[in-house]
């Protein structure tokens, strides 16, 4: 099936770790994004690529890493700088001019 | 970067009537999305929609880009049509990032 997978699905980590959340699509797009959600709140930009081995920072890059080695793969770093990272975490994909953009099911991380 | 307003905040319905969701938005937009957030968290597309009137199914979606809002149509509300209801736009040129509207959390009581 076609389509864009997030895992783990939840996630629980200790203070001062960093974890690493995976997004993957099979839908041949070129650009690929993190978003980040937090309670009663709607979606915020952290990262975006618009192609391989390229990214920019989005709204709120501060305390998070991302790479782009592969054009199907999009992984997410929550470092230890990240003040309060407990949130819920998107992934979408897009592709043409119109950018168009499909979400994954999310990750749920926990900081202990 | 763009604004998004969404009003209501809250909407609670009974079960058969039917609803109007506004969006707001500062500029012109080469991109313009409805989402439905399930329970679970997914975000479900509805409607792409940077100008004009889609229909699908019982939900609809007009966007007069030139006055700069969009509105989703909900008719015959069904308990499943609980759930938030986002508006993300996108700006126009080549930066592809949305913003995304605080959202309208719908309930639908039977």
């Known amino acids: 099936d076609g389509g864009i997978t997030q895992s783990p699905k939840y996630l629980f980590r200790k203070e001062g770790q960093n974890v690493t959340l995976s997004c993957e699509q099979n839908?041949?797009?070129?650009?690929m994004y993190w978003y980040r959600q937090d309670p009663g709140q709607g979606l915020r930009l952290i990262y975006y690529?618009?192609?391989?081995?390229?990214?920019q920072k989005g709204d709120i890059a501060e305390g998070y890493s991302v790479s782009r080695e592969k054009k199907e793969s999009f992984p997410l770093t929550v470092t230890s700088a990240q003040k309060n990272p407990t949130a819920f975490y998107l992934c979408?994909?897009?592709?043409?001019?119109?950018?168009?953009?499909?979400f994954g099911p999310g990750t749920r991380l926990t900081v202990l | 970067g763009i604004q998004v307003e969404q009003s209501p905040p809250d909407l609670i319905l009974q079960e058969g009537a039917n609803s109007t969701l506004r969006c707001n938005f500062s500029?012109?937009?080469?991109?313009l999305q409805w989402f439905h957030q399930n329970p679970w968290g997914q975000l479900i597309n509805l409607f792409y929609?940077?100008?004009g009137t889609k229909q699908n199914g019982r939900l609809s979606a007009t966007t007069v880009a030139t006055e700069r809002y969009s509105l989703l149509y909900i008719s015959s509300s069904q308990t499943t049509d609980s759930g938030v209801y986002f508006c993300?736009?996108?700006?126009?040129?080549?930066?592809?990032?949305?913003?995304f509207g605080a959202g309208t959390t719908v309930t639908v009581r039977a």
């Open positions: 929609i940077p100008s």
């Open positions: 839908l041949n797009h070129d650009a």
């Open positions: 690529s618009q192609i391989v081995n390229d990214f």
């Open positions: 979408a994909s897009g592709q043409g001019t119109d950018n168009e953009q499909f």
């Open positions: 500029d012109s937009v080469n991109n």
């Open positions: 993300a736009v996108g700006p126009r040129g080549n930066d592809y990032k949305l913003s």
